[in-house]
């Protein structure tokens, strides 16, 4: 027995030191793919984007940001979100008091076979088949309760941060100005999902434990004594604070590991929307190895992550399971092996098989529920990996509707010239005064939103009724004159008087056509709604589709309520004249006309540009066709080292449209 013993014991010292030493490999792995790592050895490439930086871990950070959190899940005392949570409160207690009652009748049951009282055994067994469906309708109303919790939470989140990130230009900005959030569109919807679900059951997991505790402890202290429950609650505080430490870097790595997969998610939708190019260029195998790049970094990450739960789940049952079941058993053998206990002293057999059963399995399921609440805190530090980044977009999304961005990029020209700061200028430091009719530049840099500097100083005026050719090299300026313009992009310094947002209008060389029906494509982004309000009939539609040659495509579809993929359905000269019918549709005071025309006949885009100056809307266009000059009063020509000239079209100046 002796040799026995100490091979046992030799085992358990083996495993012991075996999780251990995985633990300790796992955390190597960790540190040794971790962000900073990689930036020094210069292994990984990168889409422009770092890791995000903030933290994420169990602390007072951590709770600060899940209470200012809940608050948006919870807004009021009085709201379906708290009634949900009484709910599934009461339905935990009931269900608390279901497993007791089970517990005590399936002790009596078993009680009855020992005994061989059939009489017994056919009353408490009837009793239990009579509870079976009220126990399955509280364990269901609970499910139900959850789940509708969880929606609850998402929808409140949801649109909390769509209010913020649709508001104005920050769903353009996000992407295009501040380069913070690498994956919106990520963070919106998947970690919007995991982090309602990891709360909800963050609650269920804490609450129903700690129910369990209070009302074991209660039916225990009467059974055995004050000094079994105490022995499992100062036992639950050392594992806990235990585990909790060691379970530190999963908060990091559930951070990092979204972040990869946002990456991986990013690459394969770049290929999807640019296939036609790749394509064009044989790229198939280079994108093959960015995309095998982004897979084979979050697949290492995913294992050293997979090794790392590997031994905090060895380590996770040895304390927050088995030990705490020898704990209970120890407590509870003590008031029945103590032959001095006055409560035990006259009882039958019978009496103590039955209440050390009873009592047995009461403690039993209060370690288990105190291995429960040990365990809640490995969900607490995901749930902190989830509360890092929804706090972050949410913080991202504030800032930009408040006019402040975020950029890393500095441009190689200013590192070769020394001039970082190139003359201090402030993102957001000019003035925008609203007035209609006119548009005037006065003393405006134009930069690009990380600072480089394409035109110092930019100053001229265009009245309502004065056409305007803008023209010059590629990259000279051109779309980041209407990007300012639009207030898409920050105003560097300056004075620019402009109507307000709703009476310029934006035509691209490729224009967007909306998910919905025909009529949606030509009042977009107007609803039909919209439409009747403005007392703007169908007849008075389908004559904007008819000055731009389209007609043809209302008799085939049958309908304006038609919906179709217009996208492909609408051939690219197709798209280019719908997006004029929806310029004649809206009538503003300006138009940006950005090679809008390029895939249209010389003679419909001389019909629509005539059509345009007899509805009263003013142009400025981008355009290397010649036959276009005709149409305007004005040129812009920026030559892209910094200058500009604003004259008037005569013939002498033609030459430029060339």
């Not at 358990?12 to 030493?21: E, G, M, N, P």
């Not at 999902?193 to 009302?215: A, G, H, Q, R, T």
């Not at 492909?568 to 009538?587: N, T, V």
């Amino acid at each position: 027995m002796a040799a026995v013993s100490k091979l046992l014991t030799a085992k358990r010292c083996s495993l012991t030191a075996a999780a251990f030493v995985a633990f300790y490999l796992a955390k190597r792995r960790l540190e040794g793919h971790s962000p900073a790592r990689n930036r020094k050895e210069g292994a990984v490439v990168k889409t422009g984007r770092d890791v995000p930086k903030d933290r994420a871990a169990v602390d007072k950070v951590f709770f600060g940001r899940l209470l200012r959190l809940l608050k948006i899940l919870v807004p009021r005392p009085l709201c379906k979100e708290v009634g949900y949570l009484l709910f599934i409160a009461a339905m935990l207690v009931a269900r608390t008091y279901c497993d007791v009652w089970m517990i005590h009748n399936g002790t009596m049951i078993e009680s009855a076979i020992i005994g061989r009282s059939t009489v017994d055994f056919r009353r408490y067994l009837l009793n239990f088949a009579t509870a079976m469906p009220a126990i399955s309708l509280v364990n269901n109303f609970l499910k139900l309760g959850l789940n509708e919790l969880k929606l609850c939470f998402r929808v409140r989140l949801t649109h909390h941060l769509y209010d913020e990130y649709l508001k104005g230009y920050t769903y353009y900005k996000i992407g295009n100005l501040d380069n913070r959030i690498a994956n919106p569109d990520q963070l919106l919807t998947q970690d919007v999902e995991k982090f309602s679900s990891c709360v909800v059951e963050l609650y269920s997991n804490v609450s129903k434990p700690i129910l369990d505790i209070v009302i074991y402890v209660m039916k225990l202290t009467s059974a055995i004594g004050f000094q079994g429950p105490v022995c499992m609650l100062a036992y639950l505080v050392a594992s806990g604070l235990l585990l909790t430490r060691m379970r530190r870097p999963a908060s990091h790595m559930t951070v990092t590991e979204q972040t990869y997969e946002g990456e991986y998610r990013f690459v394969n939708s770049r290929l999807i929307t640019n296939s036609e190019e790749i394509a064009f260029y044989n790229g198939n195998v280079r994108e093959k190895e960015i995309i095998q790049t982004a897979f084979q970094k979050l697949v290492s990450h995913l294992q050293t992550f997979m090794y790392f739960r590997f031994s905090m789940g060895f380590v996770d049952s040895i304390i927050a399971k088995y030990i705490a079941m020898v704990v209970g058993y120890l407590v509870v053998s003590r008031p029945f092996l103590d032959l001095s206990n006055p409560r035990h002293r006259h009882s039958t057999h019978a009496q103590l098989l039955e209440e050390y059963y009873q009592s047995g399995r009461m403690l039993i399921s209060l370690a288990q529920a105190l291995g429960r609440v040990v365990l809640a805190g490995r969900e607490m530090t995901r749930l902190s990996g989830f509360t890092a980044r929804i706090t972050e977009i949410q913080k991202v999304l504030k800032e930009l509707n408040r006019g402040r961005y975020e950029r890393t990029m500095v441009s190689q020209q200013a590192r070769e010239t020394g001039e970082a700061d190139r003359i201090s200028l402030v993102p957001g430091s000019g003035t925008i005064v609203h007035c209609d009719h006119m548009i005037r530049f006065e003393n405006i840099p134009l930069a690009t939103p990380n600072g480089d500097i394409l035109i110092r100083d930019l100053s001229f005026q265009v009245a309502s009724g004065t056409n305007v050719l803008v023209c010059g090299p590629n990259g000279s300026g051109k779309s980041s004159l209407f990007r300012v313009l639009g207030e898409l992009w920050p105003l560097f310094g300056g004075r620019l008087t402009k109507p307000e947002r709703g009476k310029l209008f934006y035509v691209p060389q490729r224009p967007y056509m909306t998910l919905g029906t025909l009529r949606d494509q030509v009042i977009y982004p107007d609803t039909a709604e919209h439409q009747r309000s403005k007392g703007i009939s169908d007849q008075v539609l389908r004559e904007y589709l008819a000055a731009v040659q389209l007609e043809h495509i209302l008799q085939r579809e049958g309908s304006w309520d038609t919906t179709q993929d217009w996208m492909d359905i609408l051939s690219g000269g197709e798209k280019q004249r719908m997006a004029m019918a929806r310029l004649f549709y809206h009538k503003p005071q300006f138009a940006i006309l950005d090679e809008c025309t390029s895939a249209v006949s010389v003679d419909v885009e001389d019909y629509i540009y005539t059509h345009c100056r007899k509805e009263g809307i003013t142009l400025f266009t981008v355009s290397h066709r010649k036959s276009l000059w005709k149409h305007h009063e004005y040129y812009l020509h920026i030559d892209g080292r910094g200058s500009y000239e604003f004259k008037a079209i005569t013939e002498d100046t033609q030459q430029f449209g060339s």
